[in-house]
């Protein structure tokens, strides 16, 4: 199995950055898993809507650039489908089982994913309705890949 992050930014906190390195060391038992990051843009205070627009423009152009052909491409949006952690497992299995074997999450940067990004995507989940900084959503998602694993495989984990 492969999994690849594409995220906008960059981890600039190292408490982050020690946790994304730490579970893909743990996954790397199940799989290849990288993260690849597209340069963010800068949003200026009080930003008109054509502005934000622009901005979630250029960094769809460029998260799409990253999306190659035998990418399962799963969006993190607010609106997308919601899990517990079992039927994520479960999910992601029935995913693998239909021939997907690279799996790509794409998490958007701070005015969220471009409509382009999401009409590429072969499906949306919702983590939570809450917004989280991106950088903390990579640490999640992250944990629940392979929590989704190690449920997948009747190892034990914390419920």
Do not use: W
């Not at 730490?22 to 800068?42: A, H, M, N, Q």
């Not at 958007?108 to 471009?114: A, E, Q, V, Y």
């Amino acid at each position: 199995m492969q999994y690849t992050i594409l995220c906008v930014g960059k981890i600039k906190e190292r408490f982050f950055a020690d946790a994304i390195s730490e579970y893909r060391k743990r996954l790397s038992r199940y799989g290849k898993t990288e993260v690849i990051e597209v340069p963010d843009e800068k949003t200026p205070d009080h930003a008109s809507g054509g502005e934000e627009r622009q901005i979630r423009q250029k960094e769809a152009d460029r998260l799409l650039k990253s999306i190659k052909e035998n990418m399962y491409v799963i969006a993190l949006d607010l609106k997308g489908k919601e899990f517990d952690s079992v039927t994520f497992a479960e999910h992601l299995g029935d995913i693998m089982v239909r021939g997907n074997s690279h799996l790509a999450f794409v998490i958007g940067g701070s005015l969220g994913l471009h409509p382009s990004v999401l009409q590429r995507a072969d499906e949306r989940i919702c983590f939570s309705k809450m917004t989280f900084p991106h950088q903390l959503m990579r640490v999640i998602l992250l944990e629940q890949i392979y929590r989704a694993n190690r449920i997948q495989r009747g190892e034990p984990y914390h419920k």
